[in-house]
């Protein structure tokens, strides 16, 4: 007889088991070298702690109730849980923390579509180290895992939220046309992008600017090549581009039009590429504003590595 499970879950034979626990280990072993110390949130937390972190509609969560009637959601990412500890629980403790995790986490998914409801993270969340000082180190410790655990092709595509909300200010884009524009380029939507860009009515040069530069891709002579308010809204990219270490800075590719599809991203962010894999391995940014909205404004980034990916990379590099 064949006892199905859900739609986006799996079971984990031994064999596989033991390689992903080696990666894992790897993963530790670079956290601690790093002076990241681990912690664990609850796999279900209130509703009103996602909705505070604005990951409720970006992330779609598995909601429940307790026994009290309160709305508690499996949680779907690990970065606004963490938020919620560092408030609640470091009130007071002089920063910078570096906090590790290796953890599950679950969101809804769409039929059909291979999604996974259930997959284990593994990450750091850097809080109170500002840009670029902060998003350089955190960009060093991704690299040293993916390296510790032998992934050998992959790349980093590096861009800045800010940069783009920079060219929006400067063309004057406001209110519901500025989040139109903000979604089609969250979800890569060129051809939409330039729609909405084109029924602005702006005129050629800054309609040129808002559909040009996101599309733009490559290595650092990229950013040379900006001109004007382009060219100074990447100013905070360059900081923190001569801040990486040679082995780090080979591996990026810069993205202007990368957004990364959560609100609470500021300034700089990143995914990990791998040609073994269509999908990103993981992703990471800088959430200066997300500590805030616990009561605990301060500068933070941080990044998560999905571990089954980074299985399915590593087979498929040997393979190749």
């Not at 309160?70 to 002089?94: K, N, Q």
């Amino acid at each position: 007889m064949i006892h199905p499970i859900p739609s986006g879950t799996r079971d984990v034979l031994p064999d596989e088991m033991r390689e992903l626990r080696a990666i894992i280990a790897a993963a530790h072993d670079v956290f601690g070298r790093a002076g990241y110390g681990e912690v664990a949130t609850p796999a279900l937390e209130y509703e009103s702690t996602l909705a505070r972190g604005g990951v409720a509609s970006a992330l779609p969560a598995y909601r429940l109730f307790d026994e009290a009637g309160d709305v508690l959601v499996l949680r779907s990412d690990m970065t606004v849980p963490i938020a919620r500890l560092v408030a609640t629980r470091f009130d007071g403790v002089e920063p910078p923390l570096r906090l590790s995790y290796v953890a599950n986490a679950y969101r809804v998914v769409r039929a059909q579509r291979g999604q996974p409801r259930e997959f284990l993270q593994a990450g750091i969340e850097l809080i109170g180290a500002p840009a670029p000082s902060g998003s350089a180190e955190a960009l060093t410790v991704m690299c040293d895992v993916l390296d510790a655990v032998g992934l050998e092709r992959y790349r980093v595509g590096l861009g800045d939220v800010d940069l783009y909300v920079s060219l929006l200010d400067g063309c004057g884009v406001q209110g519901e046309a500025r989040q139109r524009l903000m979604h089609q380029l969250a979800d890569r939507d060129f051809v939409g992008l330039a729609r909405e860009v084109e029924a602005l009515g702006l005129d050629d040069e800054a309609a040129e600017l808002l559909v040009h530069v996101p599309q733009m891709r490559g290595g650092p002579e990229i950013l040379e090549r900006l001109g004007g308010a382009a060219s100074a809204a990447a100013e905070g990219l360059r900081g923190l581009y001569a801040l990486l270490p040679p082995r780090v800075a080979e591996r990026v590719i810069f993205d202007l039009g990368l957004l990364g599809g959560l609100d609470y991203y500021t300034g700089a962010i990143f995914e990990v590429y791998d040609p073994a894999l269509g999908v990103p391995i993981g992703q990471g940014g800088r959430y200066d504003d997300l500590l805030g909205r616990f009561g605990s404004p301060q500068p933070a980034v941080g990044f998560a590595l999905t571990i089954e990916r980074l299985h399915i990379a590593l087979t498929g590099e040997e393979r190749a």
